[in-house]
């Protein structure tokens, strides 16, 4: 069983930034470098969808058009970290932002059929 657990949400301004944090845990969690991280979000009455992923190392990233440019998504190993730096938001970006894991040591997935784990979720709110 893997443990993804979110911080770091909150209400911020539009234009504010925040930082999300997701770390992984877990009994038979063997070695984080086996797994691409994403983050997705979820806003009400709509589907989850892709945000950003990263590949087992952080050398390769994907985003989202909606986001790219205003997101960054990291990661720490040492940690068994993973973060994403949000700026510029807009009220639009308001969601539940979910962290996930894929097992895969190549690439990183964009679709939430792909994941492994998810986190239970972090609501992100962006007045106007």
């Known amino acids: 069983q893997v443990q993804l657990v979110e911080s770091g949400g909150g209400l911020v301004q539009a234009g504010g930034s925040l930082k999300l944090s997701c770390a992984a845990s877990?009994?038979?969690?063997?070695?984080?470098?086996?797994?691409?991280m994403g983050w997705f979000r979820q806003a009400p009455g709509k589907e989850r969808e892709f945000v950003a992923a990263?590949?087992?190392?952080?050398?390769?990233?994907y985003y989202a058009d909606s986001v790219k440019g205003r997101f960054t998504i990291s990661r720490d190993n040492a940690k068994n970290t993973v973060y994403l730096q949000m700026n510029s938001l807009k009220p639009e970006d308001t969601a539940v932002y979910y962290c996930?894991?894929?097992?895969?040591?190549?690439?990183?997935?964009?679709?939430?059929?792909?994941?492994?784990?998810w986190g239970q979720g972090t609501q992100v709110t962006v007045s106007s």
């Open positions: 990263l590949n087992w190392s952080g050398s390769s990233t």
């Open positions: 877990g009994r038979t969690f063997s070695t984080f470098t086996n797994y691409a």
């Open positions: 996930a894991a894929d097992r895969r040591v190549v690439g990183a997935a964009t679709t939430p059929v792909d994941y492994d784990y």
